[in-house]
């Protein structure tokens, strides 16, 4: 069975800095393009960064610099450091998996995380 489980999120104050992490398992993780996407209520989900199993990364344009992805291949895992918090930062993010290139579209991710609320106040 596979699994992704965020961790991390929670309260801060605008320019802070935040790391979030996707625990995996279940799944040949050297395979899969490892993806984040944050979502608010009301709007769609969109894609934040993703990265490939050999370490290219894929940022949205509105990212700026202020995030960076990792993965760790050994651990399964993938990070999401956040710094600069600005109070649009605020909304819940997920980890997503595919095989495949990195897509910009939740729609085409295989497995999702349940996951973890951001809040940053000004």
């Known amino acids: 069975q596979v699994q992704l489980v965020e961790s991390g999120g929670g309260l801060a104050q605008a320019g802070d800095s935040l790391r979030l992490s996707c625990a995996t398992s279940?799944?040949?993780?050297?395979?899969?393009?490892m993806a984040w996407f944050r979502q608010v209520p009301g709007k769609e989900r969109e894609f934040v960064a993703g990265?490939?199993?050999?370490?290219?990364?894929n940022y949205a344009d509105f990212v700026k610099g202020r995030f960076i992805v990792f993965r760790d291949n050994d651990k399964n895992t993938a990070d999401l450091q956040i710094n600069s918090l600005k109070p649009e930062d605020t909304a819940v993010y997920y980890c997503?998996?595919?095989?495949?290139?990195?897509?910009?579209?939740?729609?085409?991710?295989?497995?999702w995380g349940q996951g973890t609320q951001v809040n940053v106040s000004s």
């Open positions: 997503a998996a595919r095989r495949g290139a990195i897509i910009r579209r939740g729609s085409d991710y295989y497995y």
């Open positions: 279940g799944l040949t993780f050297t395979t899969y393009v």
């Open positions: 990265i490939y199993s050999d370490g290219a990364r």
